[in-house]
């Protein structure tokens, strides 16, 4: 099993700034995307951003240009760092992370982290 712990939620003002991180942990694995969504009340779940482990990066239209994606392959670890934050960025983000392991796929979600951008 790949276990994922988040951390970097918080509250801010708009135009601040916070950074996600998202560990993933296990045995016997290897990752191949890695990524971030995100859910506001009353709405579905959404990509803000992913990355796989060529480096390739896939934003939605909404936070291109405001927020980054990083992987730090050594310690199987995805950042999201999110600046210039609105109000409409409030939600939970959640981190899945997709790859195989002990010749499976897997396809594993964190607890989510709440982000509140309000003045």
């Known amino acids: 099993q790949v276990q994922l712990v988040e951390s970097g939620g918080g509250l801010v003002q708009p135009g601040g700034s916070l950074r996600l991180s998202c560990v993933a942990s296990?045995?016997?694995?290897?990752?191949?995307?890695m990524g971030w969504y995100r859910q506001a009340p009353g709405t579905q779940r959404e990509l803000v951003a992913d990355?796989?482990?060529?480096?390739?990066?896939d934003y939605a239209d909404s936070v291109k240009g405001r927020f980054t994606i990083s992987r730090d392959y050594a310690k199987n670890t995805v950042y999201l760092q999110m600046n210039s934050l609105k109000p409409e960025d409030t939600a939970v983000y959640y981190c899945?992370?997709?790859?195989?392991?002990?010749?499976?796929?897997?396809?594993?979600w964190g607890q989510g982290t709440q982000v509140t951008v309000t003045s």
């Open positions: 990355i796989t482990s060529g480096g390739t990066t």
């Open positions: 296990g045995s016997f694995f290897s990752i191949n995307v």
């Open positions: 899945r992370v997709q790859g195989r392991r002990m010749g499976r796929p897997y396809d594993e």
